[in-house]
């Protein structure tokens, strides 16, 4: 039996993944501090005898006195609501967790996973996104702490690859969205679902002609998974190259929450991206991989998973 550490394994995504591996028959041990992942996301698997919790900051020193043949370091504020809220947290998560659990993967002899972001490509001039852009981010910018943790995980697992040649992967993710998304996530999918559901007026930023593109967790999950069993070293996108306006996603909202909810308008935040779509070329040819989940099915899950909780 294979065991995989995921940090932020409480988390949206990572709660997901433990599932996803648990099911393959791997032993999962889940390290998250919970400073924005959510025991309840967890809460099935705890007397799973396969399954581990470890409560722990990863942005300090970590030791594990069994076998580890996976690392994935999935623990970071995702959130522009929480990484602007906490931007030092959100810093080390990217540096000093990504240098913690490198070293992890050196001691063990263990294959290490990124879960890198499109952020790293900030407001995009090239649309769609292919691995060979390298982005258009402002450093110092509101959003900066979360894009630059990124780059810099980025470039560390790139040096752990070619000096300690640890067997790395990085995984660009692209937006996602599905069940046990925080209502106050701050992002598109949570807002304006529980804005809907609520029948209160659905918050667009800017002009809504911005655009998106959303994958299901369970597309996102399987591309990990191919990708973390691939032989690929560079950077990987994963996400759903389906690209819509803010505008036409809402109104997609509206139509399968049957809400009485009206569009307001506010201001654009300062170095929001005004395109992300990513080209997935590279997955389809390299992994076989593309999303399966149509947005409306996986919407009308969605909204599923939040009226019930």
């Known amino acids: 039996m294979k065991t995989t550490l995921i940090t932020g394994g409480a988390g949206f995504i990572g709660s997901h993944l433990c599932d996803f591996l648990i099911e393959k028959s791997f032993r999962v041990i889940c390290v998250d501090n919970f400073i924005t992942g959510n025991r309840k996301n967890i809460e099935h698997l705890k007397c799973d005898n396969n399954f581990t919790l470890i409560e722990h900051d990863i942005s300090k020193h970590i030791s594990?006195?069994?076998p580890v043949d996976y690392v994935m370091h999935f623990a970071s504020p995702a959130s522009p609501?929480?990484?602007?809220?906490i931007?030092?947290?959100?810093l080390k998560a990217g540096s000093l967790g990504t240098h913690n659990t490198l070293g992890l993967a050196v001691i063990k002899k263990a294959k290490y996973f990124l879960a890198s972001t499109s952020e790293v490509y900030g407001d995009p001039q090239v649309n769609?996104?292919?691995e060979s852009y390298w982005g258009n981010v402002n450093p110092v910018g509101p959003r900066g702490c979360y894009?630059?943790?990124?780059r810099f995980a980025e470039a560390l697992v790139t040096a752990y690859h070619q000096i300690h040649n640890v067997d790395t992967r990085i995984a660009r993710i692209f937006n996602t969205y599905g069940s046990r998304m925080r209502k106050d996530d701050g992002r598109a999918v949570p807002n304006f679902i529980n804005q809907a559901l609520n029948n209160k007026p659905i918050t667009i930023y800017g002009d809504g002609k911005q655009t998106r593109s959303f994958c299901y967790v369970s597309d996102l999950v399987d591309g990990i998974y191919k990708l973390m069993m691939s032989d690929v070293n560079s950077?990987?996108?994963?996400?759903?190259?389906?690209?819509?306006?803010i505008l036409d996603f809402a109104k997609i909202i509206q139509e399968i929450s049957n809400t009485t909810s009206k569009i307001k308008f506010k201001n654009l935040p300062v170095d929001d991206p005004h395109i992300r779509c990513p080209d997935i070329t590279k997955a389809i040819k390299e992994l076989n991989w593309k999303p399966k989940m149509g947005l409306k099915e996986g919407i009308v899950k969605t909204i599923e998973w939040f009226r019930n909780n």
């Open 235 to 245: 950077p990987m996108n994963l996400g759903n190259p389906d690209e819509y306006t």
């Open 87 to 90: 931007p030092i947290q959100t």
């Open 64 to 66: 594990i006195d069994e």
């Open 128 to 130: 769609p996104q292919p």
């Open 81 to 85: 609501v929480d990484y602007q809220k």
């Open 147 to 150: 894009d630059e943790a990124k």
